[in-house]
């Protein structure tokens, strides 16, 4: 049986754009990475299609769900549920698979204390300014919104701490590359190979 994949978890702050470091990673050469798909209550937006971007279903379907204990962790965010299926992860990581979330701070400290073992992967705006203005750059909002936003975005820098790496999202191909290194660093790690070692010598 091959061995166990590795479970990898981006998150981090509202507006810091996890979902566009997370598609171009997934866009760029070289990744043997599985996106686990999450499910939602919020509405399609134009071009998202089912079960690439999300599985879209009814509030009444995801608590079914929840109930069944079919999520590896949900959240409520602004009035949806976003939610982790656990049955894809288990079977992926079991097939030798890495397995990759994209999901908000709330979601990842429950995956955090269900699968202690994930490498949880923080990120990070350069600074807090550059936040507001990309917060502010998305258009629409009024400044109670934006400042309402910052001071959740500062509550959840200071939520840094509980991961394992910090990436500073300064590039979005910059982001990507560490990314890799530390997908590849996990898999160098003296814990993780050992056993594989230790099982050649007795085969000698
Ligand atoms: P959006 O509606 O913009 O696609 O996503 C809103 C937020 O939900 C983003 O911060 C995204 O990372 C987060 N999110 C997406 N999928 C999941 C999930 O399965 N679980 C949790 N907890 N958050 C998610």
């Given at each position: 049986?091959?061995?166990?994949?590795?479970?990898?978890?981006?998150?981090?702050?509202?507006?810091?754009?996890?979902?566009?470091?997370?598609?171009?990673?997934?866009?760029?050469?070289?990744t043997?990475?599985?996106?686990?798909?999450?499910?939602?209550?919020?509405?399609?937006?134009?071009?998202?299609q089912?079960?690439?971007d999300?599985?879209?279903?009814?509030?009444?379907?995801?608590?079914?769900?929840i109930a069944?204990?079919?999520?590896l962790?949900?959240?409520?965010?602004?009035?949806?549920?976003?939610?982790?299926?656990?049955?894809?992860?288990n079977?992926?990581?079991?097939?030798?698979?890495?397995?990759?979330?994209?999901?908000?701070?709330?979601?990842?400290?429950?995956?955090?204390?269900?699968?202690?073992?994930?490498?949880?992967?923080?990120?990070?705006?350069?600074?807090?300014?550059?936040?507001?203005?990309?917060?502010?750059?998305?258009?629409?909002?009024?400044?109670?919104?934006?400042?309402?936003?910052?001071?959740?975005?500062?509550?959840?820098?200071?939520?840094?701490?509980?991961?394992?790496?910090?990436v500073?999202?300064?590039?979005?191909d910059?982001?990507?590359?560490?990314?890799?290194?530390?997908?590849?660093?996990?898999?160098?790690?003296?814990?993780?190979?050992?056993?594989?070692?230790?099982?050649?010598?007795?085969?000698?």
């Amino acid at each position: 049986m091959s061995e166990r994949g590795l479970l990898f978890i981006l998150s981090g702050p509202s507006g810091v754009g996890k979902g566009t470091v997370r598609k171009a990673l997934f866009e760029s050469e070289g990744t043997e990475l599985k996106y686990s798909v999450s499910m939602t209550t919020r509405q399609k937006r134009q071009g998202e299609q089912e079960g690439v971007d999300y599985f879209f279903r009814t509030r009444e379907e995801f608590e079914e769900k929840i109930a069944a204990g079919e999520m590896l962790e949900y959240a409520e965010y602004v009035g949806n549920y976003y939610g982790t299926p656990l049955d894809y992860v288990n079977k992926t990581l079991d097939e030798g698979y890495d397995v990759f979330l994209e999901i908000e701070v709330l979601g990842a400290m429950k995956v955090k204390e269900k699968v202690p073992e994930g490498i949880f992967i923080f990120l990070t705006p350069p600074d807090l300014a550059e936040l507001k203005s990309r917060i502010v750059n998305r258009g629409t909002d009024e400044m109670a919104v934006i400042d309402k936003r910052m001071s959740v975005a500062r509550e959840e820098i200071e939520m840094m701490s509980h991961y394992d790496y910090a990436v500073v999202n300064d590039q979005v191909d910059k982001a990507v590359e560490r990314i890799k290194h530390i997908i590849e660093s996990e898999h160098c790690r003296v814990d993780r190979v050992v056993e594989r070692y230790k099982n050649m010598l007795k085969e000698l």
